[in-house]
């Protein structure tokens, strides 16, 4: 069974540019989370999808980022314009479903971003 | 909202010998599951072992097991026969309510010696 898969894997931008990143979930999971992950801290989460709708994008920063999801299956996050505080590693992740017995997340490799 | 603390930065173990990373937790919700990670340096996040809150027994998964405290809110990994293949970052996380985001600790960055 295929993992999920992110690219790119590694990603330098100079502040202001924009960037975006990909994910493909594991085939028949419905739920899609994007991680930010900042150096020596845990992973904190962005933005949850269930299919192609949006159930948790509290702590995603709104002016600048954004995430589309729009056949339920494949998602990209965007940064634009990206801020030298935006250096860290992105996160994919997937489940079955929300909630439950179900809710085990299969994560990606990720994207290491630096902004200088 | 939902804290995850884990209070042990950093910590070291000969092969096969026992160690144990710990983590408290606090949380409002009455159902939810509590997980360990493990990051290898190649950075992709690993399940090892997962609780369900409602569940009094210990999970173990072979040479990993927990020990929960649910008074207590405290939930312990220790892992047995300790290899070199176990040294990683381990993030203990918790999952709650019907989104069941994870919120996750800092991390325990555990070496595995000779």
Known sequence: EAGVAQSPRYKIIEKRQSVAFWCNPISGHATLYWYQQILGQGPKLLIQFQNNGVVDDSQLPKDRFSAERLKGVDSTLKIQPAKLEDSAVYLCASSFTSGGSKNIQYFGAGTRLSVL | ?114
């Open chain 2, 1 to 114: 909202a939902q804290t995850v603390t884990q209070s042990q930065p950093e910590m070291s173990v000969q092969e096969a010998e026992t160690v144990t990373l710990s983590c408290t937790y606090d949380t409002s919700e009455n159902n939810y599951y509590l997980f360990w990670y493990k990051q290898p340096p190649s950075r992709q996040m690993i399940l090892v072992i997962r609780q369900e809150a409602y569940k009094q027994q210990n999970a173990t998964e072979n040479r990993f097991s927990v020990n929960f405290q649910k008074a207590a809110k405290s939930f312990s990994l220790k892992i047995s026969d300790s290899q070199l293949g176990d040294t990683a970052m381990y993030f203990c996380a918790v999952g709650a309510g019907t989104a069941s985001k994870l919120t996750f600790g800092t991390g325990t960055r555990l070496q595995v010696t000779l």
